[in-house]
């Protein structure tokens, strides 16, 4: 007997649950869908004030805020810094991540951020959608850890 993997994704606002398992595991969950939906937003309520104190706690923000990151020569290794810290774990704007990497003196030009951010996409490392105001939202992909 095949037992196939079925993952599904949905999106609340700027937040993202997957649900995975075998596909009659997922559809049964389905049923339940309103009232996992109202847990998972109360988790997210929840989990970014205790994140946003642990953030304050733990690490040592530069100007304004933000994370203190490693020096890097390269573009996409200041990006998944910047994304793997406390801050990153909330998607952020193309504008916001050149403020986090200008905290940290590291200076590069909108254009090339953005070609990067667009090359780190089509690598599979970010993803990216549009939030409510229009403007692409970035995160580093969760990898799943296989079994």
Known sequence: MENSRFTLRIRIGDQEVEFGGTREDVMAALEDLEEIISKVSRAFREGSIQRREEAMDAETPS??????IPRTKKCSEAII????????????????????????????????????????VKKGKLRRWKGEDGKYLY????TEVER
């Open 63 to 68: 100007k304004a805020g933000y994370p203190t």
């Open 81 to 120: 810094s910047l994304l793997q810290t406390e801050w990153g774990k909330t998607p952020r704007t193309l504008s916001e991540l050149r403020e986090g990497m200008e905290a940290n003196a590291i200076h590069y030009p909108s254009s090339t951020l953005s070609g990067t951010l667009n090359w780190l």
């Open 139 to 142: 995160t580093l992909v969760e």
